[in-house]
């Protein structure tokens, strides 16, 4: 119809974005253009440009392909970023790797990358305006008051000039750099291990353990007394910690569950955020990085947990490049700015050769701890690798809950560090822990089978059935083969700095050693009882006679009288065969 005037449609790009934010796709395509290419390129744009700066999600996927591949030195290519996010399963973001063909066609020369760099940093600072401005009208709109308005403009204020002075490219390369006065001058050795002791601020750890031994349990517990500065573990309590908990592995009801029974609630959750099965791309890849380091600064973090990271990978456990990947994207950035990390994992089938996948998950960690559950709740906490080995190796455990009807009590689930001289009364009359406690106070060697046990048990007036006492035999010789040596106070062979002296003697025998595998002092281990006053007699079971103190006769081993014990006989009278 000719005679007719159409209204124009509002455009929309092929993201379905709405094409009258500000923004430069054109300019956007170029830039990827370059940086698919060559490296140089990309460090040219870096320094003009923040990821943020790109308003295409598919235009910023590639980005941050780009920049994983960088970062792990190899040289970028458009194959190599289809690749990538094909691995990641997000090529359906860039039309099933078509976007891709397309900007990888033509070649940029690395020199023309700045100018459209420089136009994408433009049109961001102005999108970023438009979003500022539409804010206030939003605010304005609900009745804001003139304060509330100035906050606003001062929080985007200060936000822009943040920006500014931060800068891009080399600024944060430089920052990396060591000043040497500073370094020399912190006391790395006096720095506060976190609530527990399993930890130190900045590092990062794996907890090991299968599915019985409720690792989720033990670290959601850990967390929230953490974030609310209560004590864990006997340790003392330390200002509240800002932590952030990834948990792709347990519903929302058990969750609530537990946190109710730890006697927490909507009013005292302390500094603890919660992402429940969270969007975030896979943590092994460039993408799933940066959806991780956006949570962390929103939350303002210290500690990020990963429950479970089986869940947040997108390669195969048993390949050595997924762990590897998820070091260079997510655990890296973590570690570099000091925010300390804490991952759940599943024990293998071999439980002696620990978590199951590659061995490459060990690599990157301060400390791998493996829980272990002994049944009656009685658990294990061993450190199996540490970089530093300060604080503890082990930690016996018991978790103590209460029921309330069909409900766990509320505050009635806690951890605690299993001392062996606690009144019988705190225990549950009956427990596994309670007869443990009782037949540790008896002396029944911690290696002791099931023929003694239950001969110590019919002693103490115990009933327990066999399944129970197998049970307690079982956690009471875990516990004697999981107390480590003691350390001795002076290194006794020099390693290279920062790694764990070499405990032991110089001869290769183990300071106070009675038995084998045995160290004299080992809590939780029986002392060698002294060996008896040596007895006299003609055959087994005959019985000897004790060491006299008052000399004896020594055929009828009467005492000596008179005469004969001060001239220092040895036979009385009648048994003198010289008198005779």
Not at 214 to 228: E, H, I, N, V
Not at 312 to 325: C, R, V
């Amino acid at each position: 119809m000719e005679n007719v005037r159409h209204f124009p449609h509002q455009q929309a790009d092929h993201d379905g974005l709405n094409m009258r934010a500000p923004h430069d796709a054109e300019a956007e395509a170029m830039v990827l253009c370059a940086v698919m290419h060559d490296a140089e390129a990309y460090r040219l744009a870096a320094e003009l440009l923040d990821r943020e700066d790109f308003y295409r999600p598919a235009h910023l996927l590639i980005w941050d392909t780009v920049a994983g591949l960088v970062a792990a030195g190899t040289p970028p290519h458009p194959a190599l970023v289809r690749a990538e996010i094909e691995r990641a399963g997000l090529l359906h973001v860039v039309d099933g790797g078509n976007l891709i063909y397309r900007l990888g066609a033509e070649i940029l020369p690395p020199a023309s990358t700045p100018h459209f760099a420089q136009q994408v940093a433009d049109k961001a600072r102005e999108r970023r305006f438009d979003e500022h401005a539409n804010e206030l009208k939003t605010a304005i709109g609900r009745g804001a008051t003139g304060d509330e308005l100035e906050a606003l403009v001062a929080e985007f204020q200060q936000a822009e000039q943040l920006r500014a002075a931060t800068g891009h490219g080399p600024a944060h390369l430089v920052s990396t750099l060591l000043d040497w006065g500073t370094f020399f001058a912190t006391d790395f050795g006096s720095i506060q291990l976190l609530p527990g002791r399993l930890m130190a601020p900045g590092q990062q750890i794996t907890i090991v353990g299968d599915g019985k031994a409720g690792k989720s349990l033990f670290t959601q517990d850990w967390m929230w007394r953490m974030a609310t500065g209560q004590s864990f573990l006997g340790d003392k309590p330390q200002p509240p910690v800002r932590i952030l908990y990834l948990d792709a592995e347990n519903g929302q009801e058990q969750v609530q569950e537990r946190f109710l029974s730890f006697g927490a609630g909507p009013r005292n959750m302390g500094e603890l955020r919660y992402a429940s099965f969270p969007p975030v791309r896979p943590l092994d890849t460039p993408g799933g990085g940066a959806d991780l380091i956006a949570l962390v600064k929103a939350t303002a973090a210290e500690l990020v947990v990963i429950d479970t990271v089986s869940r947040f990978i997108s390669g195969p456990e048993n390949d050595a490049d997924t762990w590897l990947s998820l070091y260079r994207h997510t655990l890296l950035p973590l570690k570099r700015d000091r925010i300390s990390s804490v991952r759940l994992d599943h024990r293998g089938k071999d439980s002696e050769r620990g978590a199951r996948g590659s061995s490459a998950k060990t690599q990157d960690v301060d400390h791998v701890w493996e829980l272990s559950a002994h049944g009656g709740g009685a658990l294990t906490l061993k450190r199996t690798h540490t970089r530093t080995g300060i604080g503890p190796d082990v930690f016996n455990l018991v978790r103590q809950a209460r029921r309330d009807g069909d409900n766990w009590a509320h505050g009635g689930t806690r951890h605690i560090v299993m001392e062996w001289d606690t009144p019988e009364a705190v225990l549950v009359p009956g427990s596994d822990e309670e007869i443990i406690a009782r037949l540790d106070r008896a002396g029944v060697p911690l290696d002791a089978g099931n023929r003694v046990v239950k001969a110590a048990l019919a002693d103490l007036q115990i009933k327990a059935g066999s399944d129970k006492v197998s049970r307690i035999v079982k956690a009471r010789q875990k516990r004697a083969a999981d107390v480590p040596p003691r350390r001795s106070p002076e290194p006794l062979q020099e390693t290279f700095p920062g790694n764990v002296p070499r405990n032991g003697s110089r001869d290769g025998k183990a300071t106070g050693q009675t038995f084998p595998g045995n160290t004299e002092g080992t809590p939780g281990t029986p002392p060698v009882p002294p060996s008896p006053p040596s007895r006299e007699g003609d055959g087994e079971g005959t019985p000897g006679t004790d060491t006299p103190e008052t000399p004896h006769c020594t055929v009828c081993h009467e005492p000596l009288h008179g005469y004969r014990l001060d001239r220092g006989y040895t036979t009385c009278l009648q048994h003198d065969t010289d008198a005779a």
